[in-house]
């Protein structure tokens, strides 16, 4: 079953032989037994990868949970012995979620347990979630508009969209700012790869309302920083602005034309939690354990 599911996630015999330190005779061996076994084919010999069949899709989403948790023994049972003060804790999250979010939950959990390490990859939301399905980090924290099926998404906090201007900028001073009042004007907004343009873009072209691009650029600090300079206006989300913001910017909610964005824990389903891991999401979202999401071992069944 190791075999198989190895196969599987490796796609070749040569690397699934490589990850259990067998042949690929071997591997190759061992799942002809197992189908012998079922009466069934459970892949497809294509090239240069092997493809599931039907049944191997079956028996795959039943094996891997079980094949996960007992190559993962070893590390429970040491967690177990070392409590919380030791371990790893590995999370993606992009720029925003670690500049904004993060920094109060890294200081209470570095409080509670600074035995523990502490990794933050800062990624973008398509390569988070491809660490997420290599089993390269425990868990994502970040905004999702669309959840793949074969991962979980908790959302535990929401913000709304939020237009900002310069102080002296002649809409500064319209009381009911309506969305085609934006078109004159030019925006600038974070990469066309980003969630954030995707949706200011889906919002104008859902209500045919022209609007223009003046600036692209990375960052939140960036982007009102220039909004500020007079360079032009932005939507961005209410994650990034202070009450510092409030004094130099003219802020607006926009949430009767953008829905609010919401930001939580993506997990892969089926995924092992460590002790560790399942505390800092503890302090993520308090209760989040036992209200359906997760069962005793950690996984997630969602």
């Excluded at 069934?40 to 079956?58: H, I, K, S």
């Excluded at 804790?89 to 600074?114: C, K, M, N, W």
């Excluded at 933050?120 to 099926?149: E, I, K």
């Excluded at 503890?282 to 950690?298: K, N, S």
């Amino acid at each position: 079953m190791r075999a198989f599911c190895h196969l599987v996630k490796f796609g070749t015999l040569a690397r699934a032989g490589e990850a259990l330190f067998l042949s690929q005779a071997s591997i190759s061996l061992q799942l002809s037994a197992l189908e012998k076994e079922l009466g069934v084919n459970l892949l497809e010999r294509a090239r240069p990868r092997f493809v599931l069949t039907r049944e191997g899709q079956m028996l795959y989403e039943l094996a891997r949970p079980l094949v996960e948790g007992l190559e993962g023994l070893d590390q429970q049972f040491r967690s177990q012995l070392q409590g919380l003060d030791a371990g790893e804790v590995t999370i993606a999250a992009g720029s925003s979620t670690i500049q904004y979010l993060l920094p109060p939950l890294v200081r209470a959990f570095r409080d509670e347990h600074p035995g523990v390490r502490l990794q933050l990859h800062n990624v973008t939301g398509r390569d988070g979630l491809a660490l997420l399905r290599q089993d390269q980090v425990d868990f994502a924290f970040g905004s999702m508009l669309d959840v793949p099926h074969d991962l979980s998404y908790e959302p535990v906090q929401w913000f709304d969209p939020m237009l900002i201007l310069p102080r002296d900028h002649v809409l500064a001073g319209k009381p009911d700012i309506q969305l085609e009042d934006l078109s004159p004007y030019g925006l600038i907004l974070p990469p066309q790869r980003l969630t954030t343009y995707r949706l200011v873009d889906l919002v104008f072209q859902q209500r045919r309302v022209p609007y223009r691009v003046a600036i692209e650029v990375g960052g939140w600090e960036v982007i009102k920083e220039y909004v500020a300079m007079g360079l032009g206006i932005s939507i961005v989300t209410g994650i990034c602005l202070t009450e510092h913001d409030k004094t130099r910017l003219e802020v607006r909610n926009l949430r009767q034309y953008f829905p609010q964005r919401s930001y939580g824990v993506v997990m892969r389903k089926g995924k092992y939690l460590s002790t560790q891991a399942r505390a800092f999401v503890d302090l993520i979202r308090p209760g989040l354990f036992g209200r359906g999401g997760y069962d005793e071992a950690g996984h997630s069944e969602r």
